[in-house]
């Protein structure tokens, strides 16, 4: 996975491999999603469909305010404003989103962890929340590794420089959530590796891929068992080599084509 193309200039095909993680407005590392990526894509997709699924109830209430309002004397631009239907549903929803967004944000304000390195000191921060609960140097890194695909968590072993040679205390151990949440989430896991002296995973979407690749070979494997078609290792990485010998035994099994030498029968 980290082989270079021969046909591309190896600066170019390192450059492409090179960690891109996110930076704070001070120029740290963020080892993890930060609080906007992961709050982006609720806000702007989940939040606004289930306002608009709730809107008709938003609205009702407003229907209601904007009655006793109108039995009070009041008859401003507000009131022609919420007057349609269409607007008490539209302000509804709206208001709606907006509850949720905040509702939302607030607790993941106050428990988001990442872990933030500055790469000219070697320091290593662990943030929960607004707070710094634990400090590190990158030498006192012993492993830092995680998953690449999403719902992942990475594992970050720190230990004092002392107790690493005399075999001390056991080492802290910090845990940063969703670190495969995206590209630049997983690269500040790559650049706080490579800044400790270990060695830099690959770059995510050559793992996600890999990983998947896996996934269908077990998933072929088990179609292949149930047949009772004999398994070759080339299947695991050529998918139309399998497919073709899938559909040949399926043939076979259904009578449509002869039988060769060690085929099920049906």
């Known amino acids: 996975m980290n082989a270079v193309d021969p046909e591309q200039p190896a600066d170019t095909a390192l450059a492409a491999d090179a960690p891109q993680p996110r930076r704070t407005r001070r120029g740290a590392?963020?080892?993890g999603p930060s609080i906007g990526a992961r709050y982006r894509p609720g806000a702007l997709i989940g939040l606004p469909l289930i306002s608009l699924v709730l809107s008709p109830f938003a609205g009702a209430g407003i229907q209601q305010?904007?009655?006793a309002r109108t039995r009070t004397g009041h008859e401003g631009r507000l009131e022609q404003l919420l007057a349609p239907?269409?607007?008490?549903?539209?302000?509804?929803?709206?208001?709606?989103w907006a509850l949720f967004a905040l509702w939302a944000i607030v607790p993941m304000l106050l428990t988001h962890r990442v872990a933030l390195l500055e790469q000219s000191t070697g320091v290593?921060?662990?943030?929960r929340g607004p707070r710094t609960v634990d400090r590190a140097e990158t030498d006192e890194i012993e492993?830092?590794?995680g998953e690449a695909e999403r719902g992942?968590?990475?594992l970050i072993g720190v230990r004092a420089a002392g107790e690493r040679r005399r075999g001390g205390q056991e080492e802290r151990r910090w845990v940063i959530p969703e670190i495969g949440w995206d590209d630049a989430s997983f690269d500040g896991l790559?650049?706080?590796q490579s800044a400790a002296g270990l060695r830099p995973a690959p770059p995510r979407p050559a793992l996600v891929a890999e990983a998947r690749r896996r996934r269908r070979a077990e998933l072929h494997r088990e179609y292949a068992r149930r047949l009772g078609m004999p398994w070759k290792e080339e299947y695991a990485r050529d998918e139309e080599a399998f497919q073709a010998e899938f559909d040949r035994i399926r043939r076979v099994l259904g009578g449509k084509e002869p039988a060769r030498p060690g085929d099920p029968r049906p």
Do not use: D, P
């Not at 239907?85 to 709606?96: D, P, T, Y």
């Not at 290593?124 to 943030?127: A, E, G, K, T």
């Open 85 to 96: 239907a269409w607007s008490q549903l539209l302000i509804g929803w709206l208001l709606l």
């Open 29 to 31: 590392v963020i080892v």
């Open 190 to 192: 790559r650049t706080l």
């Open 65 to 67: 305010w904007l009655a």
């Open 143 to 145: 492993y830092a590794v």
């Open 152 to 154: 992942s968590i990475a």
């Open 124 to 127: 290593l921060l662990l943030r």
